[in-house]
């Protein structure tokens, strides 16, 4: 069983990968296109700017291999910018098209709040399995970001309040997504880690 995470040159893949290998995975780092095809699960990871990193992520051809993958039955693991990446369009610095396998936009943080939204928040849980799983009611994760989903779809999977409520989560058949960290979210981030690496 092999995790695959895609290294399109932006993120924090080294702490992605360390965390599954903490856990007992086989998870490894590729920017091989091939590699993926092959990898049991996918990690889509990011950290950055939006429009360089889905201008890599196509340009590397990494798109298709994704969308092949997920039609195939894959489960894939967006985090952070890997979540807002697999909507319909960003708003971060013009307008770009993200990836479209959700229908919602990526919009920034308006109103009286510190931007960008660094530190601990505590998730509203919509959806337990299989992703948050033996995680507890109210647990604390990590954030850090400056720009939120807001879709319709019957996605959504956990919220959190920073201002307002914010979509923070999502699950859509064999897509996974989370804003915030798990990898930095302590014992409560290995649980949904682990909870995806079993799936």
């Known amino acids: 069983m092999m995790i695959g995470i895609i290294d399109y040159g932006m993120g924090n893949l080294r702490s992605v990968e360390k965390a599954f290998q903490f856990l007992g995975f086989d998870a490894q780092i590729s920017n091989n296109t091939d590699f993926i095809e092959k990898a049991d699960k996918i990690i889509l990871p990011g950290v950055g700017a939006f429009a360089d990193a889905i201008a890599t ?14 039609n195939n ?3 894939l693991l967006g985090i952070c910018l890997g979540m807002q990446m ?3 369009i960003s708003y971060e610095n013009g307008e770009h098209e993200g990836l479209g396998l ?4 990526v919009k920034k943080f308006q109103g009286n709040v510190k931007i960008p939204h660094i530190g601990w928040n505590n ?7 299989p992703l948050f799983k033996n995680i507890g009611e109210s647990p604390y994760v990590y954030f850090v970001h400056s720009y939120h989903l807001e879709t319709d779809a019957p996605v959504v999977s956990a919220t959190t309040f920073y201002g307002k409520e914010i979509q923070v989560a999502v699950q859509k058949d064999n897509i996974y997504a989370t804003q915030f960290h798990p990898e930095k979210s302590g014992d409560v981030g290995l649980q ?3 909870n995806f690496g079993e799936l």
Request: proline fraction near 3%; avoid cysteine.
């Open 57 to 70: 992520v196509k340009n590397k051809g990494f798109d298709k291999v994704i969308k092949e993958q997920i």
């Open 73 to 75: 039955g894959k489960p």
């Open 86 to 88: 697999i909507f319909d």
């Open 102 to 105: 959700i229908s919602g936009v």
């Open 123 to 129: 998730l509203k849980i919509y959806k337990q399995e």
């Open 192 to 194: 949904i880690l682990k």
